[in-house]
């Protein structure tokens, strides 16, 4: 046995018994032998006798004062023994469990079930007060490590007997804002008990994880599962979701958001959320939320002066968990685009390519000059063909025709029309989003001829005056009519079209339904552009990484609904509570002898100095 | 003050006569300062006469009372003009001139061997003074250490040139034996040629099983004037013992094992102060001069004060 081994946990009861027998015969020799007392040489001793009393010290009562005194001291000297064992129950005192006690962290413990002030308890307090319960009810030959998880797992402590330490461990354990992944907490316990003498995980947690982490089955282990909140309670909680943002694609100046709110509670709920662009609210929005549902609202043109958009979800009063109550979004940059203008000046044409910003550069040429360069029209996110057409119809690029006529025009002429009138718009199709062509005079139009899969997006009975042409590589789009021949230029529909022909011929446009892109999670790593590096993302917010600033959400139902289950199974196993603690009194056994070792000091000195003993 | 003349065998040659040990020739020049303190302060006349007039009623010069006359008195003596006018046989008493017998009783016994410094050095440091005082006033001077192991006694000596005699007889004399004061009384006047009358002082620390009593009484019914002289060492007086001691007496050599607690001491002092309050009233009620010294104080301080007090002599 090494002196390592006796010194660092309780002391071995086989141990003990040899120093105590050896002590013990040391102390009564000790006691054996006569104390030898100061001799000092008086000149007159009758002085002194009346208070010598007998002058034997070989009398009964010297005696049993002596003995008195040698029980005292053997007594003292057992009780510390005893505290040295530091005895246990013997049925808890199961020898040689390797715990590891692994404490949820995730968002969800963030929630406060009974005590909703911002200083109440959380599910957090609770099971770092039932993780010290655990390891106050450690065996004596048990040891036991803490470890916590959330995305990630993280030992506390090493493998302890110190239940001091262990509960040092476990009051260190911190809050997280990931959402909880319980089959990489349990192989990372599983990794640590590798090996180790009857492993044992005991998991502290709300059980907030997912149908999937469930199902998995876990490791071999022997999982204890200690949950905290009332079992099978329901939650109380309203979240946010998701919450994004984009610009427009025909219209990038414009900025449409997309918030998904749900009630995980019971009750109706009715709740505001404001959203924010920097310091200012510039929406509210108001919902009436029926018990578990997720509600998607869409803002269509959020008022965005700054990238950062905040949400905030102003909850009802029992709402248990507030780290779902705020996302973040980052409305993205304005994209930067160029246009070919190919034809003689036309002031009107220009107005409406200056409508579309500064983030559209517009190059101007004459046919002959564009002929010159027709290898990099495709580098062009249009081509705007006014009034003319090039030598040869174009197979590649994305294109708008004005009046195309000539040699290269895309489109067959057959004739002309006067005076046509907007009968039919296909409202659906991008190039006609947010068009109003109703009462566009027309003076004369190009009758063209389409071809097979060419769309007519505007016409004037059976003539095509707004034509769409998609082939691979090729977009075009047409015009049949000179818009000077028109008062189109003169109507807001005018810069609407050039910019919707845009948005459909630009190779990133998409006119399907707004899919907000999601926000960065919480707990997960992610490389928010190609020429960035990979982050993980610890908490909700902003974050800059390098150049860029992204917005992280937690964005997790299974982490906003503060339901608590009865119980817990994992692959399709129900996983039994911890052992109950090796002592559930109040007192140590080793405490108490120290304690009564101390009162007996007290005693023999008190005796000693009252002349009950020698 | 000029300095006072030594005394005979003063000097270093002095210190070698006495043979060194507790008296030196410093000690002898405090001895001769001490008696010309003492003449001069005039704290004791009739000890500085050379004859002092005793109560013996004999053939001295001076009338003291008549008797009558019983058969076989000496007829030089009858008063002739008494018979004359009274028809009454008387004789003529006068008081009779004779120098004083100082007998010096030191208890050497082993007691007196405790103490730092020893009470035996003071005794006999305040012993030689006195017997020096006595020289110097030309009475006789005896001195006894009293005792179990004691050797004999000094015999009477006259006259300051006594002094060294005296003093290498009291470097000779040590603590040891136990005090049987009224055993040690017995054999010194068993050792007295002849009953005169005298002085008796009496050094001690009167620390005696059987008490004080008899023997102060053995030497006051051998007509022998009293004075007590107790001695005491500082730790006796106040001990400054604590715990767990083995006492051992000096004298019996027993032991007793103890436990010195406050009560244990307050209980000691108590008893100590009833000796020395026994001894005390004792005197008083004989009017016998008694003094309690300390074994720390100087011998000449003690002298000067027994005489300043008054009632050494009378």
């Known amino acids: 046995m090494s002196l390592a081994t006796l010194m660092s946990g309780p002391l071995p009861v086989r141990a003990a018994v040899v120093a105590g027998a050896v002590s013990a015969a040391a102390i009564t020799a000790l006691y054996l032998v006569r104390l030898r007392r100061r001799r000092v040489v008086v000149s007159f001793a009758p002085l002194w006798l009346p208070a010598a009393g007998p002058r034997t010290t070989t009398s009964w009562a010297r005696r049993l004062r002596n003995l008195l005194s040698l029980l005292l001291a053997l007594a003292m000297f057992g009780l510390v023994l005893l505290a040295a064992i530091d005895p246990r129950p013997a049925a808890a005192d199961r020898a040689g469990r390797s715990l590891v006690v692994l404490i949820d962290r995730s968002a969800s413990m963030s929630a406060r079930d009974g005590d909703r002030t911002a200083s109440g308890t959380t599910r957090l307090d609770r099971a770092r007060a039932r993780a010290t319960e655990i390891v106050d009810g450690l065996g004596g030959a048990d040891r036991a490590l803490v470890a916590s998880f959330a995305a990630d797992a993280v030992a506390e402590s090493g493998f302890e007997a110190d239940a001091g330490r262990l509960r040092r461990a476990v009051a260190a354990v911190a809050p997280s804002e990931e959402p909880g992944d319980l089959p990489r907490a349990l192989a990372f316990a599983s990794a640590i008990l590798r090996g180790r003498p009857r492993p044992t995980v005991v998991l502290v947690s709300d059980g907030a994880f997912s149908d999937e982490a469930r199902r998995t089955s876990p490791p071999e282990l022997d999982i204890r599962y200690a949950g905290v909140g009332p079992p099978g309670r329901p939650g109380h909680n309203v979240g946010i979701i998701s919450f994004a943002a984009r610009r427009l694609p025909v219209d990038p100046s414009a900025v449409e958001a997309a918030l998904v709110v749900q009630n995980f509670g019971v009750r109706p709920a009715s709740v505001a959320v404001d959203i924010s662009a920097g310091d200012a609210t510039v929406e509210r929005v108001r919902l009436d939320l029926a018990p578990g549902e997720r509600r998607r609202h869409e803002l269509p043109n959020v008022f965005a002066p700054d990238a950062k958009l905040q949400a905030k979800l102003l909850p009802p009063a029992d709402d248990e968990l507030a780290l779902d109550d705020v996302a973040y979004a980052v409305v993205p940059p304005l994209p930067h685009r160029r246009i070919l203008r190919v034809g003689s000046a036309d002031l009107y044409l220009d107005g409406a390519l200056l409508s579309l910003g500064r983030t559209v550069a517009v190059d101007r040429l004459t046919l002959a000059a564009a002929e010159a360069q027709r290898a990099h029209w495709s580098d062009y996110d249009l081509v705007v063909f006014d009034g003319v057409a090039p030598a040869a119809p174009p197979d590649q690029g994305r294109f708008l025709f ?213 | 003050m000029p300095p006072a003349p030594a005394p005979a065998g003063a000097g270093p040659a002095g210190d070698r006569a006495l043979g060194g040990g507790r008296f030196d020739e410093r000690f002898l020049r405090k001895l001769e300062s001490l008696v010309m303190t003492i003449r001069r302060s005039r704290v004791s006349d009739g000890l500085l006469r050379a004859n002092r007039a005793s109560k013996r009623v004999g053939a001295g010069l001076e009338f003291a009372d008549h008797r009558d006359y019983a058969a076989g008195d000496d007829l030089r003596y009858l008063d002739w003009n008494l018979y004359g006018r009274l028809g009454r046989l008387a004789l003529r008493l006068f008081q009779e001139e004779e120098d004083l017998l100082v007998e010096v009783l030191v208890d050497a016994s082993g007691s007196m061997g405790v103490g730092s410094p020893p009470k035996l050095d003071l005794a006999l440091q305040i012993g030689a003074a006195l017997a020096y005082v006595g020289l110097a006033n030309l009475d006789r001077v005896a001195l006894s250490p009293l005792g179990d192991d004691q050797a004999a006694a000094l015999p009477p000596a006259r006259g300051k040139g006594a002094i060294l005699p005296i003093l290498r007889f009291l470097n000779g004399v040590s603590a040891g034996g136990q005090s049987g004061l009224a055993a040690s009384v017995r054999s010194f006047l068993a050792r007295r040629r002849r009953h005169r009358r005298g002085l008796a002082i009496v050094i001690s620390d009167f620390y005696d099983p059987a008490g004080h009593r008899a023997a102060l009484d053995l030497l006051r019914h051998h007509r022998l004037d009293l004075v007590a002289i107790q001695v005491s060492a500082p730790q006796e007086l106040a001990p400054d013992l604590r715990g767990d001691v083995e006492l051992r007496d000096v004298e019996t050599g027993e032991t007793r094992e103890l436990t010195i607690s406050p009560a244990v001491l307050a209980a000691y002092r108590q008893r100590h102060q009833t000796l020395l309050r026994d001894l005390e009233g004792y005197c008083r009620e004989r009017a016998i001069p008694c003094f309690t010294v300390a074994s720390d104080q100087p011998f000449d301080a003690v002298v000067l004060r027994m005489f300043r007090g008054g009632g050494l002599l009378r």
């Open chain 1, 402 to 614: 004005l009046d195309p006529h000539g040699p290269g025009n895309p489109f067959a002429e057959r004739g002309a029309v006067r005076d046509p009138v907007i009968a039919d718009v296909r409202r659906d199709h991008p190039l006609a989003r947010q068009l109003d062509l109703s009462d566009v005079n027309i003076a004369s139009a190009r009758r063209l001829a389409l071809a097979a899969g060419d769309v007519t997006v505007a016409g004037s009975f059976g003539v095509p005056l707004l034509i769409a042409r998609e082939r691979p590589g090729l977009r075009i789009a047409a015009v049949s009519f000179d818009p000077r021949q028109s008062d189109l230029p003169m109507r807001p529909a005018f810069p609407l079209l050039i910019a919707n022909a845009l948005a459909w011929a630009g190779p990133k446009s998409d006119d399907a339904a707004i899919e907000a892109p999601p926000a960065l999670l919480t707990g997960a790593s992610a490389r928010p552009r190609e020429d960035l590096p990979e982050v993980a993302i610890a908490h909700v917010g902003f974050h800059r990484v390098g150049d860029m600033v992204v917005a992280a959400n937690l964005s997790d139902a299974r982490e906003s609904d503060t339901a608590t289950p009865a119980d817990l199974a994992l692959g399709g196993r129900k996983l039994a509570p911890p052992d109950p603690p090796a002592w559930r009194g109040g007192i140590r056994v080793g405490h108490l002898a120290l304690w009564l070792a101390l009162a007996l000091l007290l005693l023999e000195w008190a005796s000693y100095h009252r002349r009950w003993t020698t």
